[in-house]
């Protein structure tokens, strides 16, 4: 893994601007995108950029489920306002939290991933160290499914709705192996409260305790941290 650490996430998020930058100069334009506060500052300085996303395809890796698409906690709905409104992209995906169909939202989902390998894939991480959705004890050999999320992943992200009673128990996520199969990882984090999380990714045994720490195993990672974020490494 390539840590590097910078003084804020605005100036940690300049450098993720290079990397979709080089990614788009070498024709790699299968972006895998992810949701929360951290992306946010990127999302801004890709808008405010000159770069060309009208060629590229975007996948999210992941949605709650049970929200329709116009629902401003979903994160399709966070997309399309966070970034594809202003920056539009040739396709983008993300699975469907209305499916109720289990099986056929996973099937469907798994082949938009065959069909289109990621070259670049961002990623936040969770306080309990889960990347996408995939939470403590998840399989590395997962790709798409439908995910109980944890107290802790309920009550961190409450922080967006009204009541948590509101947020949902489930989400369609990417697995671990869907993630592990892009040919480049950028994660991002800011903040003291992911410090501990990322020393676990980093420095821990590769464990399904600590999805992210899975990471661990691909061979072209880098980590973009703000100095809160490192302070335990
Ligand atoms: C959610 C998302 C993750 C994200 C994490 C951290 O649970 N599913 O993809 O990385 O929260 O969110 P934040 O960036 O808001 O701290």
Do not use: C, W
Not at 53 to 75: K, M, R, T, V, W
Not at 162 to 185: C, H, K, R
């Amino acid at each position: 893994m390539d840590i590097q650490i910078f003084e804020n996430a605005h100036e940690a998020s300049k450098k993720a601007v290079d990397f979709f930058e080089k990614a788009l100069e070498k024709n790699q334009n299968v972006f895998g995108l992810a949701t929360g506060s951290t992306p946010e500052a990127l999302y801004e300085q890709l808008i405010d950029s000159s770069l060309d996303f009208s060629d590229a395809i975007a996948i999210n890796l992941d949605e709650y489920y049970g929200l329709p698409a116009n629902h401003p906690q979903s994160y399709a709905y966070f997309m399309e306002e966070h970034l594809f409104n202003a920056k539009p992209f040739k396709k983008t995906y993300i699975p469907n939290g209305e499916n109720t169909n289990v099986s056929e939202e996973i099937d469907r989902y798994n082949t938009v991933l065959a069909e289109n390998p990621i070259d670049l894939q961002l990623l936040g991480i969770g306080q309990n160290g889960h990347i996408g959705f995939n939470e403590p004890g998840s399989s590395s050999t997962e790709k798409t499914r439908l995910v109980d999320l944890t107290q802790e992943t309920i009550m961190a992200n409450s922080r967006f709705f009204s009541d948590q009673s509101e947020v949902p128990t489930q989400a369609y996520s990417m697995g671990l192996a869907s993630i592990m199969s892009a040919s480049q990882i950028l994660l991002l984090a800011f903040g003291e409260n992911k410090a501990e999380a990322i020393k676990a990714m980093i420095e821990g045994p590769v464990t399904s305790e600590v999805p992210a720490s899975i990471l661990q195993n691909h061979p072209n990672v880098t980590v973009l941290l703000d100095k809160e974020a490192a302070k335990l490494l």
